[in-house]
């Protein structure tokens, strides 16, 4: 989109990216992938996969099968994508099509690929998920007799999901530990993986064969409450539309919530909760003007919200100039602390109205 | 996107959405409009605005320029689409080149297009957005002045907008009709429009010459708390990836929040907070199965969530079945109560990992 038309934008570092998956990848003696769901976490995978690769990332992960064929134009051809959602009922042909690796998360997706392989005549591979606790993904109890036959699967990887790695001292870290250890016996001298971001900082007893980070390439931190090692990878920086001054009692915005105190100048930007910039951050969210913080003031509209800029030199925010609404003053952590939820959410919410620059 | 490679399906249901045009439409002397904006409220400008087109809408509002220089394409020539952000620095031939009007909301936009009026050689139409106590966008009191010389400016259109129009009993909503009584004395003879979807249910007074709903076309109720008199407009249905048997004491999801009082049935089904929908529905959201409603159970992930769907018949609910999230047992405005926001931030945060489908 046309820079001059848009009603933001929203900058990409790459290099940022591409430096977080060597640190990520420096941790461990096995491999590093890089999951790419939700378009690289909403910061476009089209950009995003190809720098991975030419820092060395042969294994990538996404969530959907249309996600995955779309990504197999992106990597070299020897690179493996596993898809973690397994095979819809009736697509394994696309998956052998497109050169796709399923995540097998139940008897039904197993026989489905099994189907396949008899089909055709040849052992295909696959990931199998155990669940280890978390009650989301992976074959449960009830289902681990299904493994006992895989004939014409090759399993390539044994793998299951953390739920708490972003709490170190949580004691389902090691509980679900242990469970892999004790399950993953069923698949002798397969290689393993269970680290998510969050879970390559939990330590080297996690790390098995293959590190599976997201949101950490992406530089949301996988500590909460700790400094991060990892670089900011995208700020967001908004257009103002008109500047006003506001009296004493003047309100401003949806439900005339916001009640001025005194004389004010209040900017209107173009970024509403349809670009992702969520309601949640009514009058309690915040931009920044050359690193100086101003308030959210009203309810953010679908299109627009106002910001306080009183204290900001009136020459500086003017129509057309842009403010930061994420970025060095504004890690995308502390966005999602203001909006009560998780920088993941931020970032996968980021809309399409942007125009996108990648450095 | 293939409807069987897709983790949800999005209906949208063009004959109500048209069907609400025609009841709104009807309730006015005066003409109707139809509010186009982040991509017609997330169900798709490209098949909407034609099917508005085709029930005799001639007037569209789109928020900013790169949506209006798609919507041109969609729409009969003879058609007028207004720009509410007005032409940023340096885009006012972007208007004329693509026949779109722009919202002039303060004396810069109002300088820009005099420029390029004075440039051509003729006069240009514009709307003039008067702001009357929102604090949001539109000349404000201290800007009034520069409406004395339009010289090369036709305007075509006196607009403003209401804060609390969802509120009937809202005092604002008299006093911003008054203001605006007042003010567009300033501009004589011009046709003028105050009401957005809620507007326009406050009554005659508040019609004038043109209504501009958006939200109430979609479905989305205009009157908080009372009937509706529009029809649902759009549904939501996502696929199962898999079932488990959980027992007392198993947890469900991230950070192992819920924790199983018994022996229960799980389903994993593939949508998430990436797809829009909201992470603050972990642990209050619903489900529904043949108009049976299921708990969202645990925290929402970035691609799927758990529902407990014990109570459900177990051949119902396998891999690859679908569940509503949002349709005639959800409606909208339920599910944005749920998530603890507005129909209106449901709709323009749905995903783009859908197969959609248009009726």
Known sequence: MDASRAGAQLTVDLGAIRDNYRLLAGMSKGACAAVM????????????????????CRVFFTAHLQEAIALRQLVPEHCVIYVLHGPPPGTAKDFFQYDLTPVLNEPGQLQEWRRLAHKL???????????????????????????????????????????CADEPDHPMNEAQRRRFDSLRGLLPGVPASLANSSG???????????????????????????????????????RVVQVRSVCEGDVVGYGAHHVCAGERRIATVS?????????????????????VIVPIV????????????????????????????????????DVAALAGTIGYEVLTRLGSRFHRRYL
């Open 37 to 56: 769901k939700a378009d690289a976490y909403g910061l476009g995978m089209e950009q995003v996969a190809p720098a991975l690769a030419l820092e060395g």
């Open 121 to 163: 005549g040849r052992e295909l591979p696959a990931a199998i998920q155990l669940d280890t606790g978390m009650s989301r993904m992976g074959f449960a109890p009830a289902d681990l007799s299904a493994l006992g036959d895989l004939a014409g699967v090759r399993p390539a990887l044994v793998m299951s999901h953390l739920a």
């Open 200 to 238: 390559v900082f939990l330590g080297p007893g996690y790390h098995y064969d293959l590190l599976r980070p997201g949101a950490a390439l992406y530089g949301i931190n996988p500590q909460p409450g700790r400094p991060t090692p990892l670089r900011q990878a995208v700020s967001l920086h908004a």
């Open 271 to 291: 970024v509403g909760y349809a670009d992702g910039w969520q309601r949640s951050l009514s009058g309690r969210g915040q931009a920044a003007v050359d690193g």
């Open 298 to 333: 009203g309810r953010v509209s679908m299109d627009s919200m106002g910001l306080d800029v009183t204290g900001i030199d009136p020459e500086r925010v003017v129509p057309g100039a842009e403010v930061e609404l994420m970025g060095p003053t504004l890690p995308v952590d």
